[in-house]
Every structure is written in structure tokens, then in C-alpha cells.
């Protein structure tokens, strides 16, 4: 078994992507994508698969996965063979899209054709796509077992096989589709496995559908960064979200991301925020591909501020800036919390994260410590008055904004009459006041705490169940993206962090 514990090197020798085994033109590739070294899961996933090795990795969404099991099948992809050579399985479309185009980008200097297939999208496009003869396909299940059962993918000569993100595939429902899929590969194809955790269905995966798979970890240390601050607040369920939002008064956090445990509470907590006037959406999976396209784009734009959505959903999501993640639900696993805060602190910016906890639920967070080995820090959650001083700074700027777009001639006579009637002082405390996002009641429906004290996610009777299900037994849960015939399932600028720091000690 091959282990790494977050070090780039072996032997104590410090390794680049020349040491690694690959071709002149994939280090060409490599260069001009702005690789600089190879990551942990790069230095030892590489090698080994391009020994023909079967492999398992452990590590999350930004470790850098995608090229190490990328880069070893464009090396061994034969361009003058048209068949499907190499499938690619993603939970959600967001991670399938960025997987192929990461793909594409890394083999264009061989010529290498990849396609990518998920649902919600135009089938019959995708068909004709197919019929150009890619060589790597990338897919989510659903969409996969379609194409398989129409004769539009054929697999008998797939030589690379990844399973990316497998406890999310898991979590999903997915384990009978992924199998049937496997099933239509060749029995001496090459398997390579990622999962951000290990829970005891996906080694059965493992061990049934892997020649003798060498296992490389990278350790959550490398995951966690020390440029994030992490905060908990010790919270009733029902005052998560008034918290919360004086928090963003205060903070005025410019990119952020809100995580929920369930989609409903995605759905409430999104039209809770915009009905008190913040710039936010919500996002999961029972959203159509193009409203989802919609909201990332207004997100990378700033025209959202908050996105609030589920661990599934936020798979794929690759947005720099983010300065805070607020963890509304505290999640089931504590390596979820990693992949979570993981979205900030990125590239050399500080970023925060704030993990709203429930008194039922503080054996949950100690675990996440444990694992992180970084002790949180209370956080005292501001006032309601110091949350209206934080709304009143700003409404002046706002008002500012309004007097200078506004055609006072207009409505002269108007202000005249009031002014007349009413104090100037009583006028524009009105104002304020309409201004107020306090003005507006919202009600979150109150979630169970989590139950016992295991790390681990939670199991149903029937089976593993994993952060969104409803399962009724066996491994299938709630799917937060396709369905099984690969259709969905349709049911202001950055601020200082004074307030937080001043509650720091």
C-alpha cells in the first residue's frame, strides 16, 4: 500500500512534473496550463498509473486530482483509434463540465478528443456528438446508462476507467447505476478511484471491481490552510439564520458561500436572505442546467454575493475570491467541513469560515477538530443594535447612491407637502427605517440535530445513507443531480473583518 501524508517528495527528494514520467509533449501541456509542480496526489497517483497500476485515492476537490489521473490516460490514449478508450464517471454535472474541459486543455497538443455527457441537457446533441468518435468521455451516471442502453456509447474498448468523487456517487444513489456501467467495461481495463472519504461501500467497490489498487491518501493538513480563520457559533436552530444575517451586516462579506445539509433548507434559507434584501440564490440539483449555468455566472460576476447551497451541489463550483464560508448545517462528516472551508483561503487570500453549531451537536465539532487539528474559535454573534449600525453604514452609502440617480424636480412639489407635514428627521428616519432588513419575518423549518456522536455519516436501515438521502433501504438515496434515465428530477462590494477579529480573542 503507497501512502502520502501531504509532502511533495519521496525519499526526501523534492520532485517536478519531468520526474513524473510523462511524454515531452504532456510536459509542453503541462507547462503552458501553468502547472508549476506537481501536487501531492499528482506525485504519487502518476507514476503508478502509468505503471498500469490500479489505484485509490483520498483527496478532495482542489488537491489537484483531475490532471493526475488525466495526464497518465492522454499519455496512453491512441490517437489513431476512434473507439471510447477512457470514461470518466462525475457525480454532478458542474465537476463532469470542468472535468472535460480540463481534459481538453491538457490534450490538445495530442490530439485527443474529449466529450462530455450529463443530464438536463439536449440528448440528441450529445448523440451527435458522440458519433465525432472522442476517445475520452466524461459523464454523470444517469446520462451514462442512457447513451449505454440506446447503443449511443459503446465501451468494449475502454482501457481507462475513473471513478471521481465516488462517496458523492454513493451519497447520491449511484451505486447501482456506476456498477451496471462497469459491468459494460472490459474485465482488464485500468481503475482508478477517488473519494474524498472511505466509507466501508466504496472499498467493497474497491475490492470487487480493482486488480490489487495501491492506495495513496493525501492528509486533510494539506487541505486545511492557514490562511482561513475558523469560528463556531453556538446556536439554537431557530436563531441560526437571525444570527447569521446580522453576522453579514456587520461583515459585509463580498463572495460567499452558505452551506445547507438538505435542499429544502437551501431553498428556505435563499428566499429568506433575498426577501431581507441580499444579493443571493440558492443551488442544487433539482434546479434546471440552465438555471444553474444562470446562477454561477451572476455569482463569478458579483451580481449574487451569497450562494447557499448543498456539499453535492458545490461539487465542481471552482469560483476564486470567495472571502467566507458560513456553514449553516454543520456537516455529517468532518472531512466534508474540510472540502467545504477549502472554497477560501485560496491562492494566498485570507478567507473565514463560521460553522453555525446547535448545543445537541458539539460532539460533531470536536471531531472536525480533531481531524483538522485546529481548534475554533467562539465567536460571539453581534448585537441587534450593532447589526443596525452595520445596515445603517451602508444605507448611507445606498441613500447617497439614490439622491445622485434621482430627479429631484421631479418630485419637488411632493417633498415640499411632506416636508411641511412631517420633520425632516421623521422623513428620512422613515426611510432608514423601510431600508431595514429586519423589517422582514423569516421562518426556517427546524432540522433534527444530528444524531450520536461517530463522525461518520449517517446510516439507514437498509444501508449506507450519505448527507441528502431519504433512503428506504439498500445503498440509493435522494439524487441531488440526475435521475436514473439522466433527466433531473424538477420538484455589494468586500468589507473589512473588524468584527470578527475583534471577537477573535
Known amino acids: 500500500m503507497c501512502c502520502i501524508y501531504g509532502d511533495v517528495s519521496i525519499g526526501g527528494t523534492h520532485l517536478n512534473f519531468k520526474d513524473l514520467g510523462l511524454s515531452d509533449s ?14 501531492a496526489i499528482q506525485t504519487e497517483t502518476i507514476p503508478l498509473t502509468l505503471k498500469g497500476e490500479d489505484v485509490i485515492g483520498q483527496a478532495q476537490t ?48 495530442e490530439g485527443v478528443r474529449a466529450q462530455v455527457v450529463y443530464g438536463g441537457s439536449d440528448i440528441r446533441k450529445q448523440i451527435y456528438d458522440l458519433k465525432k468518435k472522442p476517445q475520452i468521455i466524461v459523464g454523470t451516471p444517469g446520462r451514462l446508462l442512457d447513451h449505454i442502453k440506446r447503443r449511443t456509447l459503446k465501451l468494449e474498448h475502454v482501457k481507462f476507467l475513473v471513478l471521481d468523487e465516488a462517496d458523492e456517487m454513493l451519497n447520491m444513489g449511484f451505486l447501482e447505476d456506476i456498477e451496471s456501467i462497469i459491468k459494460n467495461t472490459p474485465s482488464d481495463r485500468q481503475t482508478m478511484l477517488f473519494s474524498a472519504t472511505m466509507p466501508d461501500p466504496i472499498k467493497r467497490v474497491g475490492v470487487q471491481f480493482m486488480t490489487d489498487p495501491k492506495q495513496i491518501k493525501v492528509k486533510s493538513k494539506e487541505l486545511t490552510t492557514d490562511l482561513v480563520d475558523q469560528y463556531y457559533v453556538k446556536v439554537k436552530d431557530n436563531e441560526k439564520f437571525e444570527t447569521m444575517t446580522r453576522l453579514f451586516d456587520v461583515e459585509q462579506p463580498k463572495v460567499t458561500i452558505v452551506f445547507c445539509r438538505t435542499k429544502r433548507r437551501v431553498d428556505e434559507v435563499a428566499k429568506g436572505l433575498i426577501a ?11 434546479l434546471t442546467q440552465s438555471r444553474r449555468t444562470q446562477i454561477m455566472n451572476e455569482f463569478k460576476r458579483d451580481q449574487i454575493n451569497y450562494l447557499v447551497a448543498t456539499d453535492v451541489a458545490a461539487r465542481g463550483i471552482d469560483v476564486s475570491g470567495v472571502t467566507h464560508v458560513y456553514n449553516f448545517d454543520i456537516p455529517q462528516d468532518p472531512e466534508s467541513y474540510v472540502h467545504r472551508i477549502g472554497r477560501t483561503g485560496r491562492a494566498g487570500h485570507h478567507g473565514t469560515s463560521v460553522t453555525f453549531v446547535t448545543p445537541n451537536e458539539m460532539s460533531y465539532l470536536r471531531l472536525v477538530e480533531k481531524l483538522t487539528k485546529v481548534r475554533m474559535l467562539p465567536l460571539k454573534p453581534p448585537t441587534e443594535d450593532e447589526a443596525l449600525a452595520g445596515q445603517m453604514k451602508f444605507a448611507i ?54 444524531k450520536g456522536h461517530g463522525g461518520g455519516r449517517g446510516r439507514s436501515r437498509g444501508g449506507y445513507r450519505g448527507n441528502n438521502s431519504h433512503s428506504r433501504g439498500g445503498y440509493r438515496g435522494s439524487r441531488d443531480n440526475n435521475s436514473r434515465g439522466g433527466h433531473d428530477r424538477r420538484n455589494s462590494s468586500g468589507r473589512s473583518n473588524k468584527f470578527v477579529i475583534k471577537n477573535k480573542h
Open 26 to 39: 504532456l510536459l509542453k501541456a503541462v507547462a503552458d496550463n501553468g502547472y508549476a509542480e506537481p501536487t
Open 397 to 450: 452609502e445606498d441613500v447617497d447612491k439614490l439622491v445622485k440617480r434621482t430627479n429631484t424636480e421631479k418630485y419637488e412639489d411632493v417633498a415640499n407637502t411632506l416636508l411641511e407635514n412631517h420633520e425632516a428627521i421623521d422623513l428620512v428616519a422613515a426611510l432608514l427605517n423601510e431600508m431595514s432588513r429586519d423589517q422582514v419575518k423569516v421562518h426556517i423549518t427546524p432540522e433534527r440535530p444530528l
Open 276 to 286: 431581507r434584501g441580499y444579493k443571493a440564490a440558492g443551488l442544487h440539483g433539482d
Open 62 to 109: 482542489g488537491t489537484g486530482k483531475t490532471a493526475a489521473f488525466a495526464l497518465p490516460i492522454l499519455q496512453g490514449i491512441d490517437v489513431n483509434d476512434p473507439n471510447v478508450q477512457a470514461l470518466v464517471i462525475s457525480p454532478t454535472r458542474e465537476l463532469a463540465i470542468q472535468t472535460q474541459k480540463e481534459i481538453q486543455k491538457l490534450g490538445r497538443g
